[in-house]
């Protein structure tokens, strides 16, 4: 079983800033993308940066130069450095992962952390 866990969510004012990080833990051969989404009121669940083993990463359009996710191998860990937060940045922030497993690779989600943003 993979459990992923979020963690570093809270409460912001407009212009600060916030670090996610989500762990993965159990039973696996490796973690393949890394990334996070979220869920804003209303909308869709969206991609906002994903993570590769060889750490090259994407940014949604939105969050370029002010978020910035990065990966610690040795820790199963990634983050999600997040500045100058603007109040369309709150959301449900969920980790996710393409794990390999011993029959192949299967997606994992945390259960989210909640992100606010006040004006």
């Known amino acids: 079983q993979v459990q992923l866990v979020e963690s570093g969510g809270g409460l912001v004012e407009t212009g600060g800033s916030l670090r996610l990080s989500c762990e993965a833990s159990g039973s696996f051969l490796s973690l393949n993308v890394m990334a996070w989404y979220r869920q804003r009121p209303g909308k869709e669940r969206e991609l906002v940066a994903e993570?590769?083993?060889?750490?090259?990463?994407n940014y949604a359009d939105s969050v370029k130069g002010r978020f910035t996710i990065s990966r610690d191998n040795t820790r199963d860990e990634v983050y999600l450095q997040m500045n100058s937060l603007q109040p369309e940045d709150t959301a449900v922030y969920y980790c996710f992962s393409k794990v390999v497993i011993g029959w192949g690779q299967g997606d994992y989600w945390g259960q989210g952390t909640q992100v606010t943003v006040s004006s």
């Open positions: 993570i590769r083993n060889g750490r090259m990463a």
